[in-house]
């Protein structure tokens, strides 16, 4: 049970974050970005399996492998297709959708939702396969609420950040987990049975249950056996300016995070370039990890403008700052 989460791409190319989470019962699969080659690391049954593809923002270098998720799923229909991102992703996705010629679709079946979200709203339209996507069909457009997704197991929250453009930074937790203390059970000399199933429902507290001839209240079961355990998180974070107020803002936001995948496009000495670009340095990424008091801190979307001894170096320039800042394992760099 839990977030696994895998960087996609190379040091120095198009990168993306691939994450499943395991509730136990079942295992939902997210996608942030999705860049030129990001998709080759994952089997094809794993990209068919996809919930969730949110876009930070839609520059070339987010959005560049778009072509082979689309082509793995246009015709799905075992599972709803969603897209998320910014304002004026819904028009930028028709285009990618439109990019193809379709003469053969007209008995073929495939619903696309995208969601653009606003600074105040949240605007889902829906494209249809058996139209060539050609028609934009309103589905709800809704004051922006605090998760653009909450499911039973975990929620997903976007922060609308600068970059020249909006672009979305993104929270994903877990909810708590409750789980019955076996320990507890047994010093209470309850036998485990059906009722136990009781105290996860979300019953009346007040209703009695009956164990063993002896009479309980939900409620007071709940507080002698059952253990709530924090959920686990991750953060993604690309392409924005990072300042000062931004640092502390969006610390907050993001206060207790387990891990936070953040770009590492500049070393600090760049500092002006990045701030020229609306980016980031390491170091600056390890501030906001630390005003975070994050677990973790990965870095990734390193610029091609550095070689590897570059890159170690910013990574040192971040680890005097977080030191458990990290560039993710598989790259082998160190």
Known sequence: MGIAFEILGEPGRDNALFLRIDSGQSVDRLLFDCGDGC?????FSE??????????????????GFDQFFRSLFDRTSKPNRIWGPANTSAILQHRFQGFLWNLH???????????????????????????FAVVHDVARQTRPKFVVETMVYTVEAHIMDHRTPTLAYAVREKPRSNIDQKRVSEMGLKPGAWMKRLKDPS??????????????????????VVETPGDSIAYLTDFLLDDDTITRLGNLLEGCGTIVCEGQYRHSDLELAQKN?????????????QSKAKKLVLFHLSDRYNAQEWLEMLAEAKQIFPAASFPSHWQLS
Not at 204 to 214: G, K, M, T, W
């Open 278 to 290: 609306f980016h980031m340095t390491t170091m600056l990424s390890a501030r906001l990890a630390l």
């Open 47 to 64: 990209i068919q399996s996809i919930d969730h593809l949110f876009f930070s923002h839609l520059h070339m270098d987010h959005i560049g």
């Open 204 to 225: 009346d507290p007040s209703e009695a249950v009956i164990i063993d001839d002896r009479t309980f209240s939900i409620a007071e079961l709940r507080s002698r056996l």
């Open 106 to 132: 007209s008995e073929m079946n495939g619903s696309w939702t995208v969601t653009d979200v606003t600074e105040s709203d949240s605007i889902s339209k829906r494209f249809e396969l058996a139209e060539a």
């Open 39 to 43: 998709l080759g690391g994952l089997s």
